[in-house]
């Protein structure tokens, strides 16, 4: 079994956990059947293990979309607070790099990145909160445009008072409630 492939005790358990989430949130992805879901995960197991980081870090991982052109279901981390696997981290390694003290481990680009996962752009996370009520008590780092992350800036969003807020903070800034989301097209 190589790293990047889950074993079959695993596969079935996520596979499980899956279907109940898919099945207790039918909102957000009406017209979806799981049926067809299932048969597209078993026949890609790469896809399955990325969904596995997703799950272990948090993520809980749900169906929020179908791409009719690409034929591909799209996976967001529909947590209800940011991952808790991915707290406190900067927004990437040069925003890591640039701090002299107090390190955190790891940075929202990387670590999406070694799991296969793309970060939410702002326009996907308002997307997501058009789904239910994320982040009311955290915050997520989502895709900087390049002209901010030159100044060193870096974007993050939230919900507060019933509103969705895109925010800045320097790159590399991290705190305890904030981690990020991310997508993954099956």
């Known amino acids: 079994m190589s ?11 996520l596979l499980y956990t ?25 026949a890609n197991a790469d896809k399955l293990w990325v969904l596995d980081e997703m799950e272990v870090t948090g993520g809980e991982p749900d169906i929020v979309d179908y791409d009719e052109k690409t034929g591909e279901y799209i996976f967001y981390d529909c947590s209800a607070e940011s991952p808790k696997g991915r707290r406190s981290i900067c927004y990437d ?7 002299k003290e107090h390190q955190p481990e790891n940075n929202a680009i990387d670590m999406a990145a070694a ?28 895709v ?18 019933d509103h969705v807020f895109v925010y800045h903070n320097g790159a590399q800034s991290y705190y305890a409630a904030r981690a990020f989301r991310g997508l993954l097209k099956v």
């Open 18 to 42: 899956l279907k109940t989430r898919f099945e207790k949130n039918m909102e957000r992805h009406k017209g979806i059947e799981w049926i067809k879901v299932q048969a597209k995960l078993e």
């Open 144 to 161: 900087t445009p390049s002209g901010i992350r030159k100044l060193g800036g870096a974007l993050f969003g939230d919900r507060r008072y």
């Open 93 to 99: 390694l040069e925003g890591l790099e640039s701090r």
């Open 3 to 13: 790293k990047k492939e889950l074993s079959v005790e695993r596969t079935h358990e």
């Open 115 to 142: 799991m296969g996962i793309e970060l939410l752009t702002e326009e996907q996370y308002r997307f997501l909160q058009q789904l239910g009520q994320f982040d009311t008590k955290t915050s997520s780092w989502i």
